[in-house]
């Protein structure tokens, strides 16, 4: 008998090669040039940064990892790979629902969860690029910008987890579309609202003496552990990981006993 | 096998919403089927069905013997459809489309893609959002004939159609059927399909209101009669006649209708002095929008 392989997967990759080369290489970009300001900024010693904000951890230049764990994966990374995720994520399922496309690709020989996630198997590549192109920037960097005393490994175990985080959220606006079969917009808006809530609700927290509450935020995951110092923070993957994997689980339990609505 | 379909007590709601109402029919292996009625019927709610792309509040649908929904992947295999309004991933190339639809159901002979959009006239390297709603329809069809599936379901497949390419879809459904195919078809449109149809269903709120060949149909089409008489008859005696339905008078003037045998009609007329007899039928496009808009018939 025929198959059909992985067909869903390589044409969603193949559909999104500018896309996610787009994304990567912007975030790769943007890394490597704020990460580029370091030698300037270490000599400036940033005593600007408000108390209140010293969660987000702003405040400590005097080391290369302090300073990246600030404004570039305490920040900009994780922000973006957000919005990959929560944008991408809204494309898994919810695009398509919307202009009726789904309603053709399902009378094919795929099953529901097959194209759920063959689609979400090429938003993990996305996001796997993503983390090559930001490694590849801080290595490209890291010589000239005084960030030695980072090793290979530290910048490999922080964008492991910028990777996962961007699964995350990707997990999270598919799984949300998925059960639903809400809007594109609203998937979108919903999931990216979601991450930038819980980006402040994890720098604020020990401002507001509710430090507990970093645990259930995914940037703690994320970046809490240090891994820039302390290199792969094994736990920490694994509570993201784990994390990605129910949310399409729940999303692909829904989304198989649901209605496909028009 | 000898049943293609087969809907037993098919019932879907949308929330208070009726859908479709208790339909039980059964299309034969082989046959053009024609399901009609019109708009928000329910035709499109028992394709979604069949392609268990929806599923039903109670009732069955057993589809080439199997079940839309356990079997569902083994099902889409032996299936060709066309949705009521067919949408595909308008930035690509129909090409490209086509043969990426292909690809999930495990490779299609390219030389069936490109024969089919020669016949139907369709640029494959055409953009889909650059053609109009007549050749993206004309995609669609392409993508559900070109497998050569053992049954196609095809919604309002006319829909958008110019009347020369609709004479080429007929053609291919008649080929289709030549080929053992069976074809499950809607349309709001008796004589678009009539042409084509072994049997047809009419379905109004939901329900089965009448399933027939065309010819049964037709033969059940009533006769309208006008009977011109010397001076004015008693209306209500013709009204309690077997058969004779809609009677009016208008001054010397008696119109009705007859279903069957006019023998009683023609009889009770002659008590009185004729001036002038006029009888035709019914033509199958009024006796379609009786059963849309008539009294419910059980
Ligand atoms: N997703 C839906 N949600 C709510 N009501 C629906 C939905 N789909 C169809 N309906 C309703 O069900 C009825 C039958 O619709 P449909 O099957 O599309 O009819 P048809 O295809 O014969 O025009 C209509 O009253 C329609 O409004
Ligand atoms: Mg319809």
Redesign the pocket.
Known sequence: MTTNGGAMFTKTLYDNRRIFTVWALATGLLALMYAAFYPQVSADAMASVPESMSGFGLDDTSTAAGYLQGPVFGLLVPLLATFYGAATGARTISADEESGYLDLLLAHPIGRARLLLQRFAALAAGALLIGGAVLAAMLAVRDGADLGSVGAGGFAAQTLNLTLLALLFGALATGLGAATGLTRATVFGVTAGLGVAVFALNGFAPQIGAGGLRYLTPFHYYIGGEPLKNGVQVADAAVLAAASAVLIAAGTWRFVRR?L?? | MHTAIELTELTKS??S???LDGLSLQVRAGEVFGYL??????????IRLLLDLIRPTSGSARVLGLDPRADAARLHRRTGYLA?DFVVDGRRRAGECLAFLARLRGGVPAHRITGLAARLDVDLDARIKSLSKGNRQKVGLIQAFMHEPELLIL?EPTSGLDPLVQQTFLDMVGEARDNGQTVFM?S?ILSEVEAVTDRVAIIRE?ALVALDTVDALRARSSLRVRVTFAAPVPAGEFAALPGVQHVSADGDTLTCTVDGSPDALVKAAAQYTVTGLHADTQDLEELFQAYYTGPRAA
């Open positions: 209605d609505g028009r | 949308y929330g919403r009726r859908g009625g019109p708009n928000g019927a329910g035709k499109s709610t028992t009521g919604d809607s709001h939901g």
